[in-house]
């Protein structure tokens, strides 16, 4: 998984998971609303200290929102 999209699911499910709509992160975070958007969505790359503002608005370590998730363990087949 790529770092953009490892970011766009995170930010995505830590917003979600504070309650807030991207129209309100965006006005906490001081950017627009329609940029939130597409960060989710995987369309723009965010500069580090947009992801520095969300990450303070969102109170989780800047990592939380670069975290790539575990990779899925392969299952060994039974003969």
């Not at 499910?13 to 958007?37: C, M």
């Not at 520095?52 to 800047?62: F, H, N």
Request: proline content about 4%; overall charge positive; charged content about 30%.
């Amino acid at each position: 998984m790529e770092i953009r999209e490892a970011f766009a699911q995170n930010l995505r499910a830590l917003r979600r998971a504070k309650g807030l709509s991207q129209e309100e992160l965006a006005h906490q975070a001081g950017i627009d609303r329609t940029y939130i958007s597409a960060l989710e969505r995987n369309v723009y790359n965010a500069s580090i200290d947009v992801v520095d503002r969300l990450a303070e608005v969102l109170g989780v370590d800047i990592a939380e929102l670069l975290r790539r998730p575990p990779a899925n363990p392969q299952r060994l087949k039974s003969s």
